[in-house]
């Protein structure tokens, strides 16, 4: 019903930045919330940041707070994650979720979004 498809990552040097992108098809895009999530080496994947439908509401771990922002663009079915001040600590692969359509609440836990894309690694060198 939905097709993830993240662009972006890379290699960058700490207190860089990167502008990840995550394109949407299918008909639910703009009716569902959606989020950013990594997963580093070696740990388990965990939530970044999260967006209502509208792009009215915004939640973000506490570890990017202040250095991601993260928006949708629902006309051309695309969310993005600003990454500034980059830390080594940032890299992981980084991966694009959304809800089920018409899920509109931001919700940190991996299972309660339905589609996932396949991620796009960001190394964030010293």
């Known amino acids: 019903q939905v097709q993830l498809v993240e662009s972006g990552g890379g290699l960058v040097q700490a207190g860089g930045s990167l502008r990840l992108s995550c394109a949407a098809s299918?008909?639910?895009?703009?009716?569902?919330?959606m989020g950013w999530f990594r997963q580093a080496p070696g740990k388990e994947r965990e939530f970044v940041a999260a967006?209502?439908?509208?792009?009215?509401?915004?939640y973000y771990a506490d570890s990017v707070k202040g250095r991601f922002t993260i928006s949708r663009d629902n006309a051309k079915n695309t969310m993005y994650l600003q990454m500034n001040s980059l830390k080594p600590e940032d890299t992981a692969v980084y991966c694009c979720?959304?809800?089920?359509?018409?899920?509109?609440?931001?919700?940190?836990?991996?299972?309660?979004?339905?589609?996932w894309g396949q991620g796009t690694q960001v190394t964030v060198s010293s």
């Open positions: 967006i209502t439908q509208s792009g009215s509401v915004t």
């Open positions: 299918g008909r639910t895009f703009s009716s569902s919330a």
């Open positions: 979720a959304h809800r089920s359509g018409g899920v509109n609440r931001i919700t940190v836990r991996l299972a309660t979004y339905d589609y």
